[in-house]
């Protein structure tokens, strides 16, 4: 995008509010199973995480995440021999909250479901347990971290006999890969035969998905191509709102508005990614573009710089622009 004029003050500032986000997307419906809903204030979200461990300071970064059982297999012995099963469609989706010492697990798939709650003392290195399977199963218990991430937990189970115990560990493969066992113990502080296990894999959608939106942002920065083309990234129903301009709600408005900042000069820039989540088929993406206008007439470029927020849609299988608005710091 260019600008044929000096901005004036639009907004100073752009935040992730309920009532913003509320305007943003009036219309726009939500396919999503489970969704929680809080402030950032300056923290990392999820998927900025994933990309990054190194943004958070959460002792649990490392599992943020969308996991899946690794070739759809699970070991277990609840009495009797080993056995070896296929367990389909396993799906964890791990996430931080709204504090950086704690994660939360919601696991779907074949029933019992369930979620897991794990929480860091920092003063005492401590993680606390807590966890809910089909309609009996709460546990209870704590442990600690050791060796690189992995961690190590002791949680007692309601409906498991009277002084057992299972330890719990969680061993890092690679990054995208970690290995769970669950050995149970008798009062007694024996082990009872009865364990289960698997590795689970990081569903590695997201990643893909950064790059689908850096690839339309890098078409956005391409004043070389055509107008006609660079507005097919954008779509039928784009609402677009720029600094001193009005609000445009179809694309061909978009394609006239393109062409007539293009007749004025040209704009030599760079879109950036701040953070994006994803909600079902629809994915909201923070950012900011710095560079410089230059007018058709000659003269000094006029740099410019301004934070924007993007809702994207799938259309046949393309990301699409369906709302933006970019803002401008005051003078």
Known sequence: MAYSKPPHYILADMKFTLAFLCLLLAGITFAQQTSISYELNGRASNQAIEDSVGLSNNPFAQFIGEWALKDETWIQNWGGENDTIKIPGHHTVIAKINTDNSILSIVDGPEPN??????YNPNTGEVGHLSSFGNIRAGVGKGAFYGKQNLRL??????????????YTYEWINKNEYALLSIQYNEKDQPTGLFYKGNFVRI????????????????????KISKEEQIR????DIVHMAPNNKVITDKKALLDYLKEQERLGHSEMKHQMIEYSEHGDVVIMRGQVKGIFYAKEGGDGYPFQTKNLFVFKKEKGDLKITKVIYNMPPN
């Open 154 to 167: 002791k949680v007692s189970f309601e409906g498991e006999a009277k002084g057992t115990y299972r330890m």
């Open 233 to 236: 990234v954008y779509a039928e």
């Open 204 to 223: 590695s959608k997201n990643q893909s998905l950064k790059e689908e939106i850096e690839t339309v942002l890098s078409i956005l920065d391409d004043n």
């Open 114 to 119: 369930g979620h897991i709650f794990w929480s």
